[in-house]
Every structure is written in structure tokens, then in C-alpha cells.
């Protein structure tokens, strides 16, 4: 457990970072999981009663995050409130540490009516994908890309697997599963000694583990060229360069300048070429992603002008 002291926010923040390797059969429970574990606890066992009584604690409120990074699937936590220690509530750390430990740890099976929920979010996010066009866009360059590996899959699950999960099969990954990630825990803010003492108790529920690396063996290594048309009135048009330099890597500084003088800020060729002397592009940008090993350009244009574009 790391404790990031500092007096500049008068905020606390604790996370908490649930690891594990990277599964394609897990990711639908996970995404799940994030919604189920932060809706309700057995002291609030509604949405209703959870929310009144973060209110209640001077507005504390929660964030989840699910995303991949190298080798790792990670669920992240992230919970933040008024110090303690300057509204003089010396009862609200208790309150706060209940809520945590009944979330994560220990906890019976879930609620039909908060699974039905989770499950029907889930189902409306893969359903309604083709309405949020750059995050379908990519989505679908990264399964181009790495095809059956779990780096093409949805984060979400597939839409098969959301419509015939059940409760049970949920409640046993979080039993046998999620229960036994490596984790950690990070406590940012200015943190008083009692007040390290007293989240201290986390302590107790770290774990640590040593993962296999993934074997980046399934993309393509030839010139592939995919299209797909859906109805948007405009055009998204993606180029990924197989990069293999990690971050260990005497280049990996280079790659991590090169990208940003091909189309990463407003003065790069890239951006100033199609936006400036062709008008082609609304919008330019390039990300090296290192933890994937791919250097990705992007250019939204006008649909009349992707081939222009595209060839220059």
C-alpha cells in the first residue's frame, strides 16, 4: 500500500487496482463486476441507499475504469472525499472503510435485480457502439490487427457472451477469480499519521502476482487494407505501423518523439499537411502504443475526400 502524501489537494483519494492477466473469456465478467461491486453494498443494498449515504459523506464519490495495459487486465477504483481532518468528522472514516471492505471483499451473491442492471448497461454499450463512431472506428482497427488475440477483443465482451451470461456464472468469477487478483493500492492527499493508521486495515488485503507475458504472435505482418461503410457523414481513417520497441528499448525515446512529430501536436507534418496546405482533415492525431507495439495515425475527413486523404 503506497501513500502519496502532499498538501496541495484538500481531497483524499484512494485506489484500488485489481490485476490480472489478460483473458479473452473474462473481459464481459469484468466490465460486469465494475458496475455490480459499485452499486450497492450490504449495509446499502440499493443504488438509492449508497448514493444518499456518499451524499451524506460531504459528496464522496466513486469511478471505475476497465482497460488492458501489456499483459494486464486491470479494474480500477477510484474513491475520493474531504479530508477528514479538516471537517473534524471523526466518524467518517469508519463509515467510508465499511463501505470499501463490503464492496470488494467477502461478499455474498449478488443481488438479481443490480446483475439484471449491470447486464442490461452492458448489453445497451456493445449494442449501441456504432453510435460512438471513433471508439467503433478503432475498435474495430485493433481486431484487424490482432485478430484472436485478446488484444482484439471489445473490452465489454462480445454481444453472445453479454446476451447469455447469468448471475451465477458472474458470482463464480468473482468468487474464484476476481477474489484472487493482484492488487494494490494507492492513498494520494494530505494524510495525517492517524489517518494512515486508520487505512492501514487495506493493507491486509494486497496481493501480489507474477503473470507469463502475452506473445505478440497474431497480427499481421504484411500491407492489409480494410473498409467498412456505416452511416456518419464523415470518415475515420486509420494507418498502424508495426512498432516492436518497448519501453526498456535504447529507442523507445526516439519512437516516442518520432510519433509526436508525425501527427502528435498542432506543428507535425502530418497535422499541418492535411489541415493546413490540403484542407483534407478536421482532426489529426497519432498515438504510439508501446504496451502493443503499434505506432497508429489517425485523420477524420470529409467522406468526399477520404481517397485524397488517404493517399496523401
Given at each position: 500500500m503506497i501513500f502519496l502524501k502532499t498538501k496541495q489537494y484538500q481531497a483524499i483519494h484512494i485506489s484500488f487496482y485489481f490485476i490480472d492477466k489478460i483473458e479473452s473469456d473474462a473481459f464481459l465478467y469484468r466490465f460486469l463486476l465494475a458496475r455490480i461491486l459499485t452499486s450497492y453494498t450490504e449495509t446499502y443494498m440499493s443504488k438509492q441507499a449508497l448514493t444518499k449515504k456518499l451524499n451524506a459523506l460531504y459528496g464522496m464519490f466513486i469511478t471505475n475504469h476497465v482497460f488492458v495495459l501489456k499483459d494486464y487486465h486491470v479494474m480500477r477504483f477510484n474513491f475520493v472525499f474531504p479530508n477528514p481532518d479538516i471537517l473534524g468528522d471523526a466518524e467518517m472514516m469508519d463509515d467510508i472503510i465499511n463501505i470499501i471492505q463490503e464492496m470488494f471483499f467477502n461478499r455474498p451473491i449478488f443481488k438479481q435485480s443490480i446483475f439484471d442492471e449491470a447486464k442490461r448497461y452492458t448489453l445497451n454499450e456493445i449494442e449501441s457502439k456504432k453510435d460512438h463512431k471513433f471508439a467503433y472506428a478503432k475498435e474495430r482497427l485493433l481486431g484487424h490487427i490482432f485478430l484472436d488475440h485478446p488484444y482484439g477483443k471489445?473490452?465489454?465482451?462480445?454481444?453472445?457472451?453479454?446476451?447469455s451470461v447469468s448471475l451465477t456464472e458472474t458470482y463464480d468469477y468473482y468468487q474464484n477469480y476476481f477474489s484472487n487478483n493482484m492488487l494494490k493500492i494507492y492513498v494520494s492527499g494530505d494524510i495525517s499519521k492517524s489517518l494512515e493508521e486508520k487505512l492501514s486495515v487495506f493493507k491486509t488485503y494486497e496481493k501480489a502476482s507474477n503473470f507469463e507475458p502475452i506473445l505478440l504472435d497474431h497480427m499481421h505482418q504484411s500491407i492489409q487494407n480494410y473498409e467498412e461503410f456505416i452511416p456518419m457523414g464523415q470518415?475515420?481513417?486509420?494507418?498502424?505501423?508495426?512498432?516492436?520497441?518497448?519501453r526498456n528499448d535504447p529507442k523507445y525515446i526516439t519512437s516516442l518523439l518520432v510519433n509526436m512529430l508525425i501527427a502528435g501536436y498542432p506543428e507535425s507534418i502530418l497535422y499541418k499537411l492535411l489541415r493546413e496546405t490540403y484542407f483534407l482533415a478536421y482532426d489529426v492525431d497519432s498515438k504510439y502504443e508501446h504496451e502493443r507495439s503499434y505506432l497508429i495515425l489517425y485523420a477524420g475527413v470529409n467522406t468526399d475526400n477520404r481517397k485524397l486523404a488517404y493517399n496523401v
Amino acid at each position: 500500500m503506497i501513500f502519496l502524501k502532499t498538501k496541495q489537494y484538500q481531497a483524499i483519494h484512494i485506489s484500488f487496482y485489481f490485476i490480472d492477466k489478460i483473458e479473452s473469456d473474462a473481459f464481459l465478467y469484468r466490465f460486469l463486476l465494475a458496475r455490480i461491486l459499485t452499486s450497492y453494498t450490504e449495509t446499502y443494498m440499493s443504488k438509492q441507499a449508497l448514493t444518499k449515504k456518499l451524499n451524506a459523506l460531504y459528496g464522496m464519490f466513486i469511478t471505475n475504469h476497465v482497460f488492458v495495459l501489456k499483459d494486464y487486465h486491470v479494474m480500477r477504483f477510484n474513491f475520493v472525499f474531504p479530508n477528514p481532518d479538516i471537517l473534524g468528522d471523526a466518524e467518517m472514516m469508519d463509515d467510508i472503510i465499511n463501505i470499501i471492505q463490503e464492496m470488494f471483499f467477502n461478499r455474498p451473491i449478488f443481488k438479481q435485480s443490480i446483475f439484471d442492471e449491470a447486464k442490461r448497461y452492458t448489453l445497451n454499450e456493445i449494442e449501441s457502439k456504432k453510435d460512438h463512431k471513433f471508439a467503433y472506428a478503432k475498435e474495430r482497427l485493433l481486431g484487424h490487427i490482432f485478430l484472436d488475440h485478446p488484444y482484439g477483443k471489445p473490452i465489454t465482451g462480445t454481444l453472445n457472451e453479454a446476451t447469455s451470461v447469468s448471475l451465477t456464472e458472474t458470482y463464480d468469477y468473482y468468487q474464484n477469480y476476481f477474489s484472487n487478483n493482484m492488487l494494490k493500492i494507492y492513498v494520494s492527499g494530505d494524510i495525517s499519521k492517524s489517518l494512515e493508521e486508520k487505512l492501514s486495515v487495506f493493507k491486509t488485503y494486497e496481493k501480489a502476482s507474477n503473470f507469463e507475458p502475452i506473445l505478440l504472435d497474431h497480427m499481421h505482418q504484411s500491407i492489409q487494407n480494410y473498409e467498412e461503410f456505416i452511416p456518419m457523414g464523415q470518415a475515420y481513417i486509420f494507418f498502424a505501423y508495426y512498432l516492436n520497441i518497448q519501453r526498456n528499448d535504447p529507442k523507445y525515446i526516439t519512437s516516442l518523439l518520432v510519433n509526436m512529430l508525425i501527427a502528435g501536436y498542432p506543428e507535425s507534418i502530418l497535422y499541418k499537411l492535411l489541415r493546413e496546405t490540403y484542407f483534407l482533415a478536421y482532426d489529426v492525431d497519432s498515438k504510439y502504443e508501446h504496451e502493443r507495439s503499434y505506432l497508429i495515425l489517425y485523420a477524420g475527413v470529409n467522406t468526399d475526400n477520404r481517397k485524397l486523404a488517404y493517399n496523401v
